[in-house]
C-alpha cells in the first residue's frame, strides 16, 4: 500500500492583490514521481518552494511525512531535497570541495567521489562549478539535493535549456533516484518529460489544478471523448533522427 507523504490542501498564495495560487490540493504518495505541470507563471514554483519551506503561504494546509509545515518546518527541511541555488556555488572551489562544503552545511558525511559517479561526474571532479556544460549543471545541482540522503526531493525545471540527449540523461537519473526510494515532485512545462517520467501529474494553470491523473488514464480519458490526434505520416521524427545519429549515451561534453 503506498502511502501519502505529501499533502496540499487549499492552498492559497497572494502576491499583494494578485492571487498566484488559488487554492490548491494535491498528494503525493510516498515512491513516486509526481509532477506539477503547467505554462510559464501557472504557480507551479510558488507551490514548490512553499512545500519546501522557502516561501511563506496565504492560507491552507501542508503536511510532509506527517510534519505540518507551519509547526514543524525544521522536521520538514530534514528529510527533503532541495536545489540549491546556483549563487552558492561558490567559483573558486572544484565539485569535491562543494560537496564537502555542503555536507558540512548539512552536517552529515559523505563520500564526494561516490556522489559525483552517482551523477556521472566523477571526470569532473576537479573541475569548477562554471566549467560545466549545463547538462552536467543539472546533474550536479541534482546530486546536491541528495546530499542529506533526503526521503523526498524538489526539482524546479530541471531540463529547461538541455538538449535532447541531456534531458534523456536527467530522466534516467531521476528515475534511478525514485529506483532508490526517494520520492520526486518535479516542475515542468514539457508534455514529453510529463508523459515518460512521471507517475501522476497535476496540470496546473492560472493557479489551479485542472486535471490530475496518471499521463496513461489522462489520455485514455481524452481519447474515449472522440478525440483523434491527426494521423502521423511518419513513424520517426527529427528528434528520432538527432538521437540516433549522436547517441543516447552521455558524451565527453
Ligand atoms: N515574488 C513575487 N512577487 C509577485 N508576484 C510573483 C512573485 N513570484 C511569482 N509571482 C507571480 O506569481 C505567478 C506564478 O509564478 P510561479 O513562478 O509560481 O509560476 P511557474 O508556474 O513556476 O512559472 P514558470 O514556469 O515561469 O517558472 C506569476 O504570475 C508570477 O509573476
Redesign the pocket.
Same mark, same amino acid.
Given at each position: 500500500m503506498s502511502q501519502v507523504i505529501i499533502s496540499v490542501r487549499n492552498l492559497v498564495k497572494k502576491? =499583494?492583490q494578485?492571487e !498566484?495560487v488559488k487554492g490548491i490540493s494535491f498528494d503525493v504518495q510516498e515512491g513516486e514521481i509526481f509532477g506539477l505541470l =503547467?505554462p510559464?507563471? !501557472?504557480?507551479?514554483?510558488?507551490?514548490l518552494e512553499i512545500i519546501e519551506t522557502l516561501r511563506e503561504k496565504t492560507s491552507g494546509e501542508v503536511t510532509v511525512n506527517g510534519f505540518n509545515l507551519d509547526t514543524d518546518p525544521n522536521e520538514i527541511k530534514k528529510i527533503i531535497g532541495v536545489q540549491l541555488q546556483t549563487s552558492g556555488f561558490y567559483p573558486g572551489l572544484n565539485l569535491l570541495e562543494l560537496v564537502d562544503l555542503f555536507a558540512g552545511l548539512y552536517n552529515r558525511s559523505v563520500d564526494p567521489r561516490e556522489l559525483l559517479k552517482s551523477v556521472n561526474l566523477e571526470d569532473k571532479a576537479k573541475n569548477k562549478y562554471k566549467e560545466l556544460s549545463g547538462g552536467q549543471k543539472q546533474r550536479f545541482s541534482i546530486a546536491t539535493t541528495l546530499i542529506n540522503q533526503p526521503k523526498i526531493i524538489f526539482l524546479d525545471?530541471p531540463t529547461t535549456g538541455l538538449d535532447p540527449q541531456a534531458r534523456r540523461n536527467l530522466w534516467d537519473l531521476v528515475k534511478h533516484i525514485r529506483a532508490q526510494g526517494t520520492t520526486v515532485i518535479i516542475?515542468t512545462?514539457y508534455m514529453d518529460e510529463a508523459e515518460v517520467l512521471c507517475d501522476r501529474i497535476a496540470i496546473?494553470d492560472s493557479g489551479k489544478i485542472i486535471a490530475m491523473d496518471t499521463p496513461d488514464k489522462m489520455i485514455d480519458a481524452l481519447v474515449a471523448t472522440g478525440f483523434e490526434r491527426p494521423k502521423e505520416v511518419k513513424k520517426a521524427n527529427l528528434e528520432d533522427v538527432f538521437i540516433n545519429l549522436t547517441g543516447h549515451a552521455l558524451r565527453g561534453e
Amino acid at each position: 500500500m503506498s502511502q501519502v507523504i505529501i499533502s496540499v490542501r487549499n492552498l492559497v498564495k497572494k502576491y =499583494g492583490q494578485f492571487e !498566484a495560487v488559488k487554492g490548491i490540493s494535491f498528494d503525493v504518495q510516498e515512491g513516486e514521481i509526481f509532477g506539477l505541470l =503547467g505554462p510559464n507563471g !501557472a504557480g507551479k514554483s510558488t507551490t514548490l518552494e512553499i512545500i519546501e519551506t522557502l516561501r511563506e503561504k496565504t492560507s491552507g494546509e501542508v503536511t510532509v511525512n506527517g510534519f505540518n509545515l507551519d509547526t514543524d518546518p525544521n522536521e520538514i527541511k530534514k528529510i527533503i531535497g532541495v536545489q540549491l541555488q546556483t549563487s552558492g556555488f561558490y567559483p573558486g572551489l572544484n565539485l569535491l570541495e562543494l560537496v564537502d562544503l555542503f555536507a558540512g552545511l548539512y552536517n552529515r558525511s559523505v563520500d564526494p567521489r561516490e556522489l559525483l559517479k552517482s551523477v556521472n561526474l566523477e571526470d569532473k571532479a576537479k573541475n569548477k562549478y562554471k566549467e560545466l556544460s549545463g547538462g552536467q549543471k543539472q546533474r550536479f545541482s541534482i546530486a546536491t539535493t541528495l546530499i542529506n540522503q533526503p526521503k523526498i526531493i524538489f526539482l524546479d525545471e530541471p531540463t529547461t535549456g538541455l538538449d535532447p540527449q541531456a534531458r534523456r540523461n536527467l530522466w534516467d537519473l531521476v528515475k534511478h533516484i525514485r529506483a532508490q526510494g526517494t520520492t520526486v515532485i518535479i516542475t515542468t512545462h514539457y508534455m514529453d518529460e510529463a508523459e515518460v517520467l512521471c507517475d501522476r501529474i497535476a496540470i496546473i494553470d492560472s493557479g489551479k489544478i485542472i486535471a490530475m491523473d496518471t499521463p496513461d488514464k489522462m489520455i485514455d480519458a481524452l481519447v474515449a471523448t472522440g478525440f483523434e490526434r491527426p494521423k502521423e505520416v511518419k513513424k520517426a521524427n527529427l528528434e528520432d533522427v538527432f538521437i540516433n545519429l549522436t547517441g543516447h549515451a552521455l558524451r565527453g561534453e
